[in-house]
């Protein structure tokens, strides 16, 4: 590698360790934490452990218990799964749908109304709470999982749109004008060649709607509420922070818990994230 190149990446390279080193030290911090005794954390800093980390001895898998059982965060994980799976699910597949509509499909005010649903972003969710809550209500569907992911679908749905749009519209007219040749629907050609050709950016948009709902308090306080059969992993958090703000060694292992399954998943699919973050910025 020539050298005067690599002297020039050399600034950036320092900078990344820095910002990786940043976001790595506290994340090791909580996850040593999570498996100390009260004692030891009130008396020592969790760095005091790692040249004894040889020493099992001085960890316990009791704070994980007591937070999953006797604290309700597993029926809590249970509850954010089956929130938001669902939500992410339906609201990728609906985006799609309407992505694709929007760029390849010939209907009057199509512009139109693509602008409309872009410009639904600057909109708070805020001033659509009791409204939608009240209609929620009215038609049984307050306080259900089918309700808040209806909510979170529609919440999510203009950025997901837009990001699939960059996409789609991107994708070369000749693979839509030989489908058509070949006899192939409207549908059919979203299916058979639109979605294996998205997989990148629906990753992208999986992660970032995933990760949304995954972390959201607010609209799952106000369309399910607190109670412990349907309240997701924030809820139960929020909760256990308020009733055991000194318990450092619950907060921990529930903070934890909360970052195990997101990591995952992005990790997982970490591959696509560029590519459908690239998607659709260059065209040619």
């Keep these: 590698m020539n050298p005067t190149k690599l002297l020039g990446r050399f600034p950036i390279h320092v900078f ?22 009260p004692g030891e954390i009130v008396t020592s800093g969790w760095w005091t452990t790692i040249p004894r980390l040889y020493d099992v001895s001085q960890f316990t898998l009791q704070n994980y ?34 992505a694709y509509g929007f760029a390849w499909l010939k209907f009057r005010g199509r512009k139109a109304l693509f602008l409309l649903v872009v410009a639904l972003m600057v909109v708070p969710m805020h001033v659509t709470f009791i409204p939608v809550i009240t ?34 519209s991107g994708i070369p007219k000749e693979l839509f004008d030989s489908a058509a040749i070949d006899g192939s ?39 399910v509420g607190a109670t412990p059969d349907v309240a997701p992993l924030t809820v139960a958090v929020a909760n256990l922070v308020t009733n055991r703000g000194q318990n450092w060694e619950l907060l921990t292992a529930a903070a934890f818990i909360t970052m195990v399954l997101p990591v995952f998943v992005f990790f997982s699919l970490q591959r696509y994230f560029v590519r459908g973050i690239l998607a659709g910025s260059v065209k040619g």
């Excluded at 360790?17 to 934490?33: D, E, K, N, Q």
């Excluded at 209609?135 to 999982?145: E, Q, V």
């Design 135 to 168: 209609a929620f209500r009215r038609i049984g569907l307050g306080g259900t999982y089918p309700g808040i992911w209806l909510a979170h679908t529609a919440y999510g749905l203009p950025l997901t749109t837009f990001l699939m749009h960059s996409f789609i």
């Design 65 to 98: 218990h007591s937070v999953l059982t006797r604290e309700g965060l597993g029926l809590a994980f249970r509850n954010s799964l089956f929130i938001s799976v669902p939500s992410t699910l339906i609201s990728v597949i609906v985006a799609s749908l309407a």
């Design 185 to 223: 629907s409207p549908l059919s050609t979203f299916w058979r060649i639109v979605m294996p050709i998205s997989v990148p950016a629906l990753a992208s948009v999986f992660i970032f709607q995933f990760l949304w709902i995954w972390n959201d308090l607010l609209v799952a306080l106000v369309f």
């Design 16 to 37: 990344l360790l820095v910002i990786a080193f940043v976001w790595v030290v506290p994340t090791l911090g909580l996850l040593i934490t999570s498996f100390r005794t």
